[in-house]
């Protein structure tokens, strides 16, 4: 038999939940998943097989589409769609937060392989992640199994690639990749390894980018008193230029919105923060409103860390949108210029759940939990303005 009729020929006989039991690493499976899907995640699942990793992931996300030649979903759950179809040939329009490939690379043959890596990428919304858990060689040489398997008791077909090319396939593929071991290793010449692979970069917004007036801009807003009207200004058309997305004031903006109820006279800029996965078409949207956009700094290259700045012509003030990275325990925030203690900035998954707050005769979104937030960041005292903040203001004005 050639190779995809014994890949087919072998899974096929496994249609059912109950043919899978023998796989004693389901649990291991679980947890994997677990740490990257979180409440409204949309989930594809490719070769979902008995459709344990699809209802598991079900129950943490908002939907989940899973595909394969057998149908082994016996108990359909409403947020759960089944798709029948050979994955060299599945396409769809659908944009998703996570696709899972577990157990699945080793039955492709490399252009298939590369084909579904590129294919993945499309599929995927900014700020999503291709969870893979697979077989690969430990020799740096590939092993071709087909043929009858003393362990299975029939005929098995399979590819293990060495790590090496998994990496090198992935990587020209688009994404950046973080593996490790995953389980025990069973065999002499394989183990076990999962894969984390995001866009590369993370946000696609055009790359780097420095306008050619940011430096006199940003030099005659510190040498000023903040332009409070261009302030508002600037807050209301950046944040109508981004709806619906998420758009939370942040640091100094929800000191000042919290405490002093507007912004703080000693303040150099606005301060929002955005999420990752909602970032798509920002840019495009921002300058059909009539906002510049200032600068992209990209903070980590290793991590695409992104910080977006933006004026609006005529007046002397600016907006930093700081972009908030989903990882496992929570979104992470850009590293720019904290460099101490930057993890108490990063905020949990309840945090960031904004919730409406009257800011300058408007209605923004914050934190839910802001004076708490607040205390984390300046400190239990931080309803007193300190004396430091307004002297580093007056040095830049001199």
């Known amino acids: 038999m050639g190779f995809y009729e014994s890949v087919r020929t072998f899974w096929e006989k496994r249609s059912s939940p109950q043919d899978y039991l023998w796989n004693p690493r389901r649990e291991e499976k679980r947890t994997f998943v677990r740490n990257y899907i979180h409440k409204g995640d949309v989930v594809l699942d490719l070769g979902c097989g008995d459709g344990d990793i699809s209802r598991f992931s079900a129950a943490m996300a908002s939907r989940v589409v899973a595909v394969d030649y057998v149908n082994a979903l016996d108990e359909p759950l409403p947020n759960v769609s089944f798709v029948k179809s050979d994955l060299r040939g599945y396409q769809t329009l659908e944009k998703f937060d996570v696709i899972l490939m577990l157990g699945l690379s080793p039955y492709f043959q490399d252009d298939d392989l590369r084909s579904m890596y590129a294919k993945a990428r499309s599929w995927l919304r900014p700020g999503g992640r291709l969870l893979l858990e697979h077989q690969s060689t430990v020799t740096h040489h590939e092993k071709l199994v087909n043929g009858y398997s003393d362990q299975l008791k029939e005929h098995y077909c399979a590819l293990y690639r060495p790590v090496e090319k998994d990496l090198e396939f992935l990587s020209k593929a688009g994404f950046s990749v973080a593996h490790r071991p995953f ?143 989903w990882e496992p325990e929570g979104y992470k925030y850009v590293t720019t210029g904290i460099e101490k203690d930057k993890e108490k900035f990063n905020l949990t998954f309840d945090e960031a759940s904004p919730v409406e707050h009257e800011f300058c005769g408007r209605k923004y979104q914050i934190p839910p939990n802001a004076e708490a937030i607040l205390a984390r960041w300046y400190g239990t005292d931080w309803k007193i303005p300190k004396c430091m903040f307004f002297e580093h203001r007056k040095e830049f004005m001199k």
């Open 183 to 325: 389980g025990a290793q069973k065999w002499p010449d394989t183990a076990f390894f999962s894969f984390v692979c995001r866009l590369n970069p993370r946000v696609n917004l055009g790359g780097d980018y420095l306008s050619p007036t940011w430096d006199s801009l940003h030099e005659r807003i510190l040498k000023k008193p903040l332009d409070v009207t261009g302030c508002k200004l600037l807050l209301e058309r950046f944040h109508d230029a981004v709806k619906p997305r998420t758009c939370m004031l942040s640091y100094g903006t929800l000191l000042g919105a919290i405490r002093e109820r507007g912004f703080m006279d000693h303040d150099t800029d606005i301060d929002v923060v955005m999420f990752e996965k909602e970032s798509d078409g920002l840019l495009s949207d921002l300058r059909s409103k009539g906002v510049t956009v200032e600068r992209v700094i990209r903070v980590n290259e290793e991590r695409g860390d992104l910080l977006v700045s933006c004026s609006i012509p005529g007046r002397d003030c600016y907006i930093d949108a700081y972009i908030l990275l």
